[in-house]
């Protein structure tokens, strides 16, 4: 062992050991224990939640935090929100973050619009914490079951709906979009009006080939119904009957005013004689 390092043999040839020594090592070993007790009886850890596994948070209760590194604000949090998940075993609540800027179909899909924003999730019911940002704030928060008093957000905005999946779907497509504008400019050397026309042009492109898809499934769901061009007989034949009926009318027309025009006179001839 170490501590006989500092031992001497007496004139019987037994080791006797400096009681000093032992106390010194003795205390060493103890402080060494006594530093490590924080690490292996930890109370809780700060989990890091992603696209993969951001499901987790509909089971249980859960704090959650949205930040960026850039953000000042977030930057002022962090120590206190580690501290806070530090008392996550007694509270018995789990305390996560996540980093929007790899993340961005979350920050979509929890419709993220500043930061840092606290989600309180309880069996996947969420409700957007607006209180101060201190660690006992956010001890009294879930120890006292303040969330009971805040209205949990609508089926519609809520992040597991099928409306917020498709608004996650373009902030990925817009934080993609970004990354290619940067990676023309910075990569290529094309000035900033040149990705916007490449956009623009590719823009257009995409959205003609999207009409002529959409065209061609809609023919094929619909198919225009075939038109004949051949006339029947009938058709090109003027209707004999309604010929005749036309010459009847006229000679009715006809005769009715031959009839005025010869009364007329007969009753002029009277009144002559007389």
């Known amino acids: 062992m170490a501590y006989l390092t500092t031992c001497k043999k007496d004139k019987t040839g037994f080791i006797c050991c400096s009681l000093t020594s032992i106390i010194s090592k003795c205390f060493i070993f103890l402080t060494f224990l006594i530093s490590l007790y924080p690490l292996v009886h930890s109370k809780g850890s700060l989990l890091v939640l992603q696209e993969?596994?951001?499901?987790?948070?509909?089971?249980?209760?859960?704090?959650?935090?949205?930040?960026a590194p850039w953000c000042p604000a977030c930057k002022a949090l962090e120590p206190v929100w580690k501290e806070f998940s530090g008392w996550?075993?007694?509270?018995?609540?789990?305390?996560?973050?996540?980093?929007?800027?790899?993340?961005?179909g979350l920050s979509g899909r929890f419709m993220v619009t500043a930061l840092p924003t606290i989600y309180h999730v309880k069996d996947g019911q969420f409700r957007q914490y607006r209180g101060s940002r201190g660690k006992e704030a956010f001890i009294s928060f879930v120890e006292e079951k303040k969330w009971t008093s805040i209205d949990p957000v609508s089926w519609w905005h809520s992040p597991q709906s099928f409306i917020m999946s498709i608004v996650s779907y373009f902030f990925k497509l817009s934080m993609a979009l970004r990354s290619t504008h940067n990676m023309i400019v910075e990569d290529y050397g094309i000035p900033y009006w040149g990705s916007y026309i490449i956009f623009a042009l590719g823009t257009i492109l995409l959205g003609a080939i999207l009409g002529l898809m959409i065209?061609?499934?809609i023919d094929f769901a619909f198919?225009?119904?075939?038109?004949?061009?051949?006339?029947?007989?009938?058709?090109?034949?003027?209707d004999e009957n309604q010929e005749k009926k036309e010459e009847e009318e006229d000679l009715i027309d006809d005769s009715t005013k031959e009839n005025q025009e010869l009364r007329k006179r007969n009753i002029e001839k009277k009144e002559e004689d007389e």
């Open 52 to 67: 993969d596994n951001w499901k987790e948070m509909l089971s249980g209760e859960w704090m959650v935090e949205f930040f």
């Open 215 to 217: 065209v061609c499934v």
């Open 88 to 104: 996550s075993d007694d509270l018995g609540v789990r305390v996560g973050h996540v980093d929007v800027t790899l993340n961005p």
């Open 223 to 238: 198919p225009p119904k075939p038109v004949s061009y051949t006339t029947s007989a009938k058709t090109d034949q003027p």
